[in-house]
T-cell receptor, first 113, second 113 residues
């Protein structure tokens, strides 16, 4: 059962504009959320995270928003750059005893020049 | 700083042949270690994780097994490969439960023919 869902398999955005990636989850026990970026034939790299006690976390061009009541989070990339073209995975973790992450299926972002 | 290595980078194996993929981590001690698989066009599926030497937890019943003979070494094996074992295999390490991030290796592209 997919507990983390990224319902948009792809996103195309013009360079300089905002990219918004969405992620929904079903498990109310999740209390920490992460975004990873992955280029083809490479391992994912950690991008940004947010704890459930916060509703926003910002790091440079990347901002993650969390809406716990809706079980929804989003990643904003502003401004989008050609190097941002990659697959983005949303991940979530449960209680502090849980060593595992649950990943979404990923969203492929293409930044057009 | 911490570094994670995986080899080989690519592998083509016939059906029924054995498999051994190796992962090592440098620059940290007693890490949690993980094996994931990314099938074509799909997300990251957790296969095995380990919180210590000789401690292996299996997430998905399948044709694969894992071992952790040393603190920073994690091995993924199979006695007889199936066509369905083809995919991109990723090793990751983490510090959980306090720190939630996992850090991935470069991956191994396995094609079973």
């Amino acid at each position: 059962d997919q507990q983390v869902k990224q319902n948009s398999p792809s996103l195309s955005v013009q360079e300089g504009r905002i990219s918004i990636l969405n992620c929904d989850y079903t498990n109310s026990m999740f209390d920490y959320f992460l975004w990873y970026k992955k280029y083809p034939a490479e391992g994912p790299t950690f991008l940004i995270s947010i704890s459930s006690i916060k509703d926003k976390n910002e790091d440079g061009r990347f901002t993650v928003f969390l809406n716990k009541s809706a079980k929804h989070l989003s990643l904003h990339i502003v401004p989008s750059q050609p190097g941002d073209s990659a697959v983005y995975f949303c991940a979530a973790r449960g209680s502090s005893n849980d060593y595992k992450l649950s990943f979404g299926a990923g969203t492929t972002v293409t930044v057009r020049a | 700083s911490q570094t994670i290595h995986q080899w080989p980078a690519t592998l083509v194996q016939p059906v029924g042949s054995p498999l051994s993929l190796e992962c090592t981590v440098e620059g940290t001690s007693n890490p949690n270690l993980y094996w994931y698989r990314q099938a074509a066009g799909r997300g990251l599926q957790l296969l095995f994780y380990s919180v210590g030497i000789g401690q292996i937890s299996s997430e998905v019943p399948q044709n694969l097994s894992a071992s952790r003979p040393q603190d920073r070494q994690f091995i993924l094996s199979s006695k007889k490969l199936l066509l369905s074992d083809s995919g991109f295999y990723l090793c990751a390490w983490g510090r959980g439960p306090v720190n939630y991030e996992q850090y991935f290796g470069p991956g191994t592209r396995l094609t079973v023919t």
